[in-house]
């Protein structure tokens, strides 16, 4: 039996009650790994002062936490990085990680976006692999990469565009150790509702709704949904914008919060559009959520490397419109419909398309959860053990 050790951020919830993407990425890969029955156990590493209740498909490995760097501190961090020097205050914040995996058995360690950590364990016998959700490397020069990730087994990007990135900002030797694992989804606890679409696949007398779940920052767009509705000002769809600038309900509204309900009311005023935001929901709520909606966008404007949200609305049967921007095309494929990242109209004639074509929208709810089915949790956790075994 390999153990399978997985270092979140310090701080993070490995808990339903979140959204957070790394505890459940995971969360699915420890799952399936547990179905399939493998020669894997899988753990994670966490601070104890995180939310419960916690996932159950992975043991968890306790440790007291450290303080995180401030902003002074990370700027110091990064002009240290560039002359060759340690980055001293992630690499305490990263500490209390360490220590707890470092008088552990040998193990395979998958650094959740954390470049530190295959540093500080570098004089262990764990097999440690760089799990790269984000572009880590943007602000590291390649000698510091080098010096950094000389030690790891392998880097894990969670999508192709990341990959490429990645391995443009590494030395050649590093850059040939880079995989690529697409993340999956759970299709049975996103799943399509009774009539076997998404929600209603609206009649004359019933209105669609379009759905954005996500967290609320100018990174995800939602506010160039908001810009699409007021051009399509139809009294048949309804819009509903879900989600919180962090993961907390009750939490005071940013200002960029607070300019998305200026631009709706506008939007309501200019053309009658029906605009609603529900702030952030648990997790645990988020499948009845989807199967109460027709449709479901992801407008980011960044490149995002990959939008769980969006294969959690193909699981859930739902036609899915998101940005061609990043992960998301690889992800979604040919399952969901692309349009270009900012650009209102662009989404509006997408939306309009589907809406007026019930049939279409029939297909593209079948052509969702075929994708999804074969692009669940177990694909995923195939391809990582693969990628683990040839270590």
């Not at 790394?22 to 939310?51: K, N, Q, W, Y």
């Not at 954005?212 to 509705?229: H, S």
């Not at 309501?268 to 935001?277: E, H, L, N, V």
Request: charged fraction near 25%; include cysteine; glycine fraction near 8%.
């Amino acid at each position: 039996m390999t153990d399978v050790l997985h270092a979140i951020t310090p701080g993070d919830h490995f808990s339903p009650r979140t959204g957070s993407a790394i505890p459940t990425v995971v969360e699915g890969l420890a799952a399936a790994a547990r179905r399939e029955g493998a020669s894997f156990r899988h753990f994670v590493v966490l601070d104890r002062s995180t939310m419960q209740p916690r996932y159950s498909s992975a043991a968890v490995i306790e440790y007291t936490g450290a303080s995180g760097p401030s902003k002074r501190e990370r700027v110091v961090d990064l002009a240290r990085g560039r002359i060759g020097l340690s980055r001293s205050a992630v690499a305490r914040f990263y500490a209390p990680v360490a220590e707890a995996i470092r008088t552990r058995e040998p193990a395979f360690v998958l650094a959740h976006n954390a470049p530190v950590l295959p540093w500080l364990l570098r004089r262990t016998e764990h097999r440690i692999v760089l799990y790269a959700h984000n572009d880590l490397l943007r602000t590291y020069s390649r000698r510091e990469s080098a010096r950094m990730l000389d030690g790891v087994a392998a880097i894990v990007c969670v999508g192709e565009s990341l990959a490429e990135r990645t391995r443009a900002d590494l030395p050649g030797r590093l850059a040939e150790r880079v995989r690529v694992v697409l993340n999956g989804v759970d299709c049975e606890r996103f799943a399509p509702a009774q009539n076997g679409g998404g929600a209603t696949f609206a009649t004359d007398d019933a209105r669609l709704r379009i759905v954005f779940v996500g967290r609320m920052i100018a990174e995800k767009g939602p506010d160039v949904l908001i810009r699409a509705a007021q051009r399509l000002g139809r009294r048949d769809l309804e819009f509903l914008l879900v989600g919180s600038q962090g993961f907390a309900r009750d939490a005071p509204l940013s200002r960029y919060e607070q300019e998305l309900r200026r631009l709706a009311d506008e939007a309501t005023a200019a053309s009658g559009a029906d605009i609603r935001f529900e702030p952030f929901v648990e997790r645990m709520k988020l499948p009845d959520l989807l199967r109460g909606a027709d449709l479901l966008v992801v407008p980011s404007r960044w490149a995002e490397p990959s939008g769980l949200t969006a294969m959690e609305g193909l699981a859930s049967g739902l036609p899915v419109i998101a940005s061609r921007v990043g992960g998301l095309p690889d992800l979604v494929g040919a399952a969901g419909v692309l349009v270009e990242p900012d650009d209102p109209l662009a989404l509006a004639e997408a939306i309009a398309t589907l809406a007026d074509d019930p049939e279409a929208r029939w297909r593209a709810s079948q052509r969702a959860r075929v994708h999804a089915v074969a692009h669940d949790w177990s694909w995923a956790w195939s391809n990582l053990r693969r990628v683990l075994e040839e270590l």
